[in-house]
């Protein structure tokens, strides 16, 4: 495990280093500009930037071609998770070990911060696309799918279920309808944009695609046997939080062990995939997936 | 004037025809589908879409061509419409004469439906560009502007500046650098896809974008002007709104009457570079910058 913790730590130093770039524009108002800083830098396990890195290395492809890509995700991320802290939605006064963006900023500075983070992900996407010199074919179509995943039929539509599903009993179809969308497509998209800006086959991005979406159910699986037997630390938030608010989570529909062997079933299946594929270098993609699932350890 | 509203009436409805078929996705999830559409399809002048088209028409170019970059600014224009209308922003309860998002899906709808348009703006920008058989350059240039001119150095720093200086007194100056990024980069915007999108010459596009700058002032400057002397039925909100917020306005600043003059002036100064240019069709510009004076007429 020591050695994929260290690549991790060193590709979210280069991660952070370039989102801190982009942030850092004197033309932006400077309580906004710091609202922005301060949840785009605030850490995190920046799995999903990772994962465009990751995969473009697997492929062969160009980090600094795939380094804008991979921050533009992580500016989604981000973006979401300061619009899902608000009063209104989750209502969270603390993410990552720190107080959530609006107990510092504000709502209303909260808000902006995230349509700016939002804007500023798309506006990285069409340097990067410019700069990588992809097609225009591929270019647009991946700006298209970002938008696709990311709005009202992904991940914005995803959180929209969620919070529908609070305070009711949701079928384990329905939760797992919420997931794909409103964590699995942010992943999927990683893993595609990592594919794309390295000039995938359309085989390869098809069995990358599968290894994505296994990925994303196994974390979002994991995260909620984590949530019942973890720790405050490690995940930076109160234990039994989802529990709290009602939420239905894996192991409550069907079982703290039949949850964990469901993670080890997707992980292996992501890791087949990745073997599947000649011209590959796999170790990488291996270890993620193996280092997510192991996460509690 | 007669003309030119019939002219603004009927691309309102093309607009507004286009704009709910992109919203009438059935993958959206319902709830999240009826608070997009509820403030998309609210009515309005649609000022920005039509001056895409206008602008494109008076280029000779193709109106298909130019329709998803309209709606693509309406999207965005409404996003940005429904998130200052939250209670933590503007805290308003009306807009356009019915109630503003949040008092009908509740906020964290209302943040979500904003989201999402925002979100879905650069998809049908990708697909547009793509359809437009516009060159990787062009096509990627004009999503990273879009970008820039409605996120943080643009469009939502204008609304951060603009909640700031709330309840002090700002100079004319700070003001009309509020509203150059609050609502005149997105008009500046809505006339350089017009003209980018029909593929304008260099000159053209830099005329083109000096009348837009004098427009979105402009504008701004009238509807401070109708604050004062208008009634509610016309703008569809209290008169006196602003003074109420303590919001410093140009008529407070300067004077009515030499606000007044400042408009027509700037219309004046629009309406030139229109005629200096060879090979376009004038008619149209010049009468959307003189209905845009007279609207309390």
Redesign the interface.
Same mark, same amino acid.
């Given at each position: 495990m020591r050695e994929i913790e260290q690549y991790l730590k060193e590709k979210a130093v280069i991660v952070e280093e370039r989102l801190r770039s982009y942030?850092n524009?004197p &033309?932006?108002?400077d309580? $906004?500009?710091e609202s922005?800083a301060y949840s785009l830098l605030a850490g995190g396990k920046r799995l999903r930037p990772i994962l465009v890195l990751a995969v473009a290395e697997a492929l062969g492809g160009s980090e600094e071609k795939a380094l804008p890509f991979a921050c533009a995700v992580e500016m989604i991320h981000t973006?979401s998770l300061i619009?899902d802290d608000?009063p209104?939605?989750d209502n969270d006064d603390f993410r990552r070990g720190i107080p959530t963006n609006h107990k510092v900023y504000? &709502?209303?500075?909260a808000? $902006?911060a995230?349509?700016?983070l939002?804007?500023?992900?798309?506006?990285?996407?069409?340097?990067g696309?410019?700069n990588a010199d992809?097609?225009?074919?591929t270019?647009?179509?991946l700006?298209?799918e970002?938008?696709?995943r990311?709005?009202?039929?992904g991940m914005?539509?995803g959180?929209?279920?969620d919070?529908?599903g609070e305070g009711r009993s949701v079928t384990l179809e329905e939760l797992q309808e919420i997931h794909r969308s409103k964590t699995g497509d942010l992943i999927t998209l990683s893993v595609r944009l990592g594919s794309l800006v390295s000039g995938a086959s359309e085989d390869k991005l098809q069995a990358l695609t599968g290894y994505a979406e296994r990925l994303g159910l196994a974390f979002q699986i994991q995260d909620d046997v984590l949530d019942v037997v973890g720790d405050r630390e490690k995940l930076g938030k109160p234990i039994g939080s989802d529990e709290q608010k009602e939420k239905s989570t894996y192991p409550a529909l069907m079982g703290l062990e039949d949850s964990k062997k469901w993670v080890r079933k997707l992980v292996d299946e992501a890791k087949s995939l990745v073997l599947s594929l000649e011209g590959v270098r796999p170790n990488r993609l291996l270890a993620i997936a193996d280092y997510l699932t192991y996460r509690e350890s």
């Open positions: 942030v524009n &033309e932006i108002p309580r $906004l500009r922005m973006y619009h608000l209104s939605m504000g &709502e209303a500075m808000i $902006l995230g349509d700016a939002l804007t500023k992900a798309f506006g990285v996407l069409a340097e696309a410019l992809l097609s225009r074919e270019a647009l179509g700006i298209r970002c938008a696709v990311a709005g009202a039929e914005v539509g959180q929209v279920k919070l529908q």
